[in-house]
């Protein structure tokens, strides 16, 4: 059984920072790329960034600069450092794991992150 499990969102003010994590668990983790999105109210998921099993990412212009995407292979954990975060990264925010062999995408339950004064 795949599961994804996040944690670690909360209200948090502008400015301000949190981390999430990913905790995998069902696959061999170290082989799979990780990414997490996030939904809004009234729009559609989107991605925000991307770790492959190699190391190399890719971020969401929005957040370029600001998030940092990381994993610990040994703790089977994918993070994401949030930082000077606004407003408008108010979100629920997903944990992702592709599987290409399977062409199915397996996810986390979400984690709501909100930034407000």
């Known amino acids: 059984q795949v599961q994804l499990v996040e944690s670690g969102g909360g209200l948090v003010q502008p400015g301000g920072s949190l981390r999430l994590s990913c905790v995998v668990s069902?696959?061999?983790?170290?082989?799979?790329?990780m990414g997490w999105y996030r939904q809004a109210p009234g729009k559609q998921r989107e991605m925000v960034a991307t770790?492959?099993?190699?190391?190399?990412?890719v971020y969401e212009d929005s957040v370029k600069g600001r998030f940092t995407i990381s994993r610990d292979n040994t703790k089977y954990t994918v993070y994401l450092q949030m930082d000077n975060l606004k407003p408008e990264d108010t979100a629920v925010y997903y944990c992702?794991?592709?599987?290409?062999?399977?062409?199915?995408?397996?996810w986390g339950q979400g984690t709501q992150v909100t930034v407000s004064s």
């Open positions: 770790i492959t099993s190699g190391g190399s990412t």
């Open positions: 992702n794991a592709p599987d290409y062999y399977r062409d199915y995408n397996y």
């Open positions: 069902g696959v061999i983790f170290s082989i799979y790329d």
